[in-house]
């Protein structure tokens, strides 16, 4: 049966009415969400962002030294023979002075042929007016070249130049170091991110006060920095050239300076 038009005509215009009474309640309820959360009401403005520093400083307790051996002879056994020879001297040395095996790591071992470039004697040109022409040969290996290297931390760093400069007496290759650092850094950058974010809260409440308002709940944390700088460095390098005589007894430490730099954003209200 089909339904008359003026009974369509109706329903259209109900169902109009109807879809417009519900467009109207939907944007109603989405305005007074959105008020009722602020985002209308500038909530973006409603935060305080400071950053706060923190620092400690301490003095190194290790220090690390580097040392290599190269040793060259016609064959590989000899060369690596001929390491073992200076190694064994300079673990005595450590272990002398009461350095641990756990604080010795050997940190390359390797060997490589060592070549030579042979003209080829059998072979002549003879020269022209336009010069001699290039005379053949080929690279030969003539013998092998052994290297170790090895890092060492020692603990008691009062210690450290004499060492470096008995390791220097008995000819290693390179003789480098020392680098002095802190054991546990861990807690001393703990330590540093405590005052930094002291540092901010500080800020932050003196800034909610003369603003008249009060700190709510932290929205965002981060951290930047968190490194160590070293106050006063000293590095001492040797060779076969220049050794252990000319290492003092005594290095200077200085001391070592833990930074960290955090921000903080609060909710205000």
């Known amino acids: 049966m089909e339904i ?3 009974q369509k005509n109706t329903m259209y215009k109900v169902l109009t009415v109807l879809f417009i009474v519900l467009t109207v309640q939907v944007l109603v309820g989405i305005f007074t969400t959105v008020k009722n959360r602020g985002v209308m009401g500038g909530a973006e403005n409603k935060i305080i962002t400071l950053s706060g520093y923190g620092e400690v400083q301490a003095v190194p307790d290790i220090a690390n030294i580097y040392f290599s051996i190269n040793k060259e002879a016609k064959t590989v056994k000899e060369a690596q023979t001929l ?11 450590l272990k002398k002075e009461g350095i641990d095996d756990k604080d010795i ?5 390797s060997f490589s042929p060592k070549y030579e470039y042979r003209y080829d004697s059998k072979t002549s ?11 053949p040969g080929s690279n030969v290996i003539v013998g092998y070249i052994s290297t170790e290297s090895v890092t060492v931390k020692v603990r008691n760093t009062d210690n450290v130049g004499k ?6 007496e008995i000819a290693v290759s390179e003789l480098s170091g020392p680098d002095f650092s802190i054991d546990d850094e861990e807690s001393l950058k703990a330590e540093a991110r405590k005052k930094a974010i002291e540092d901010a809260k500080s800020k932050a409440e003196a800034l909610a ?3 008249g ?8 944390f981060s951290e930047s920095g968190n490194y160590v700088r070293p106050m006063m460095y000293t590095k001492m390098e040797m060779s076969t050239d220049s050794v252990g ?10 001391e070592n300076a833990i930074s960290s730099e955090v921000t903080i954003t609060y909710e205000i209200k």
Not at 83 to 93: G, L, M, T, Y
Not at 125 to 135: H, V
Not at 245 to 252: G, N
């Open 209 to 211: 006060k003369d603003l």
């Open 213 to 220: 308002v009060k700190l709510g709940d932290i929205l965002n």
């Open 125 to 135: 040109f003879p020269c022209g007016q336009f010069g001699c022409p290039p005379r």
């Open 83 to 93: 390491v073992a020879e200076v190694e064994k001297k300079a673990i005595d040395i």
């Open 163 to 168: 060492i470096m400069q008995a390791l220097g």
């Open 245 to 254: 005589a000319t290492a003092p007894a005594q290095l200077p430490k200085g």
């Open 4 to 6: 008359p038009n003026e």
């Open 105 to 109: 790591k050997t940190i390359n071992a």
